[in-house]
């Protein structure tokens, strides 16, 4: 298995415009997280998904966000409407509940910048 | 809510100096807790865990301890190699949620030769 991987690793936007990201998560985890990250800080939990299900949003995520994870395997990451406040790295995470040693296993990462 | 506090970086240090990057925490209940490692363009790799009260991580002579009674995790290695020039995470999970964690601002070192 390669990890965790995420598409596109950077995008430039301009205000206003719609993006989209895309995770994929180690084949055989269940549960999928999506988490931002601004320069200087630590990474924010955004929300999370098992399987298909997005069990828990963080109020971080407006209305302008919205997250889907049709099949229980792929995630996207929909922004609206960007903002320049929305530029950051934004990082996806997934992982096998249910074990004993469960941990979270991180992508690279996509890094948007909005212009 | 849960909040990690980690030391304020920058650390700078020599090669083959003795590491410490302090790491406290407030959460109800039990926690696991976490080191994370970003290296530059890259992005979070676990470097440690533990998961219970006075369990000790340790992975690439990196150590922490869970201490319970002051509510810390501390990072320490005793000979630091340029190649541990990084950003360290400290975070903590509840345990049955690895993956929704609580991180920490982070600590940058920078070792030299």
């Known amino acids: 298995d390669t990890g965790v991987s995420q598409d596109p690793r950077h995008k430039i936007t301009k205000r206003g415009q719609n993006v989209t990201f895309r995770c994929d998560p180690i084949s055989e985890h269940n549960r999928l997280y999506w988490y931002r990250q601004t320069l200087g800080q630590g990474p924010e939990f955004l929300t999370y998904?098992?399987?298909?299900?997005?069990?828990?949003k963080s109020r971080l995520l407006s209305d302008r966000f919205s997250a889907e994870r049709p099949k229980g395997s792929f995630s996207t990451l929909e922004i609206q409407r960007t903002e320049q406040g929305d530029s950051a790295m934004y990082l996806c995470?997934?992982?096998?509940?249910?074990?004993?040693?469960?941990?979270?296993?991180f992508g690279q990462g996509t890094r948007l910048t909005v212009v | 809510g849960d909040s990690v506090t980690q030391m304020e970086g920058p650390v700078t240090l020599s090669e083959e100096a003795f590491l410490t990057i302090n790491c406290t925490y407030t959460a109800t209940g039990y926690p696991s807790l976490f080191w994370y490692v970003q290296y530059p363009g890259e992005g979070l790799q676990l470097l440690l865990k533990a998961t219970k009260a006075d369990d000790k991580g340790s992975n690439k002579g990196f150590e922490a301890t869970y201490r319970k009674e002051t509510t810390s995790f501390h990072l320490e290695k005793g000979s630091v190699q340029v190649s541990d020039s990084a950003v360290y995470f400290c975070a903590l999970s509840g345990s049955t949620n690895a993956g929704k964690s609580t991180f920490g601002d982070g600590t940058t070192l920078t070792v030299k030769p």
């Open positions: 998904f098992q399987n298909e299900a997005q069990l828990e």
């Open positions: 995470a997934s992982s096998l509940e249910g074990t004993v040693n469960t941990e979270a296993f």
